[in-house]
């Protein structure tokens, strides 16, 4: 399936280079993000204000739409970090029945929070499965927000731990 997708910058003054520059980085990190193997064109136009005066760019891609094995491999990297949090906090949970009473009541709560965090983003990934489309694409901004979410949770219970 062919799709379309645009890119928008705000020009500054004598800085159009460097919005060409951060164009080029968005698509290319989108492209990449896609697992996108064939972009059919790609172009730019300038919009301008009342008076005429350049104020941004905008960047079109045309693009053809990964077959489904893309989004199985998507999926499958999501659901293995997903599982190695959940591995994590296992650990975690298992350390905490060797802890004090006041460090194992902390360690259970953050166990609690990461168990929340992990159970979000599984969610999230089981509504990607359903879903397809670009929808699809607005659910997986969503899975890897949570999964990132879950990550930095989970760091910081560690990180506490190691102190």
Same mark, same amino acid.
Do not use: C
């Given at each position: ?49 009342? *008076? ?24 499958? *990297? ?86």
């Amino acid at each position: 399936m062919i799709r379309v997708k645009t890119f928008t910058s705000q020009l500054k003054i004598f800085h159009t280079r460097n919005e060409l520059l951060e164009l080029d980085q968005a698509v290319n990190d989108f492209v990449a993000s896609q697992g996108i193997r064939k972009v059919i064109s790609v172009s730019d136009a300038v919009t301008t204000g009342v *008076k005429g005066e350049a104020i941004g760019i905008i960047r079109v891609i045309t693009y053809e739409e990964p077959g489904e094995g893309a989004r199985e491999k998507v999926l499958g *990297k999501m659901e293995e970090k997903l599982k190695g949090w959940g591995d994590e906090i296992e650990h975690l949970r298992g350390k905490a029945d060797r802890l004090g009473t006041e460090a194992r009541k902390k360690l259970q709560e953050q166990v609690e929070e990461l168990r929340a965090k992990q159970e979000s983003a599984r969610q999230k990934l089981q509504e990607m499965r359903k879903t397809g489309g670009e929808a699809w694409e607005d659910l997986r901004t969503g899975a890897e927000a949570a999964l990132e979410d879950l990550k930095k949770a989970g760091e910081r219970a560690i990180g506490k731990r190691k102190k």
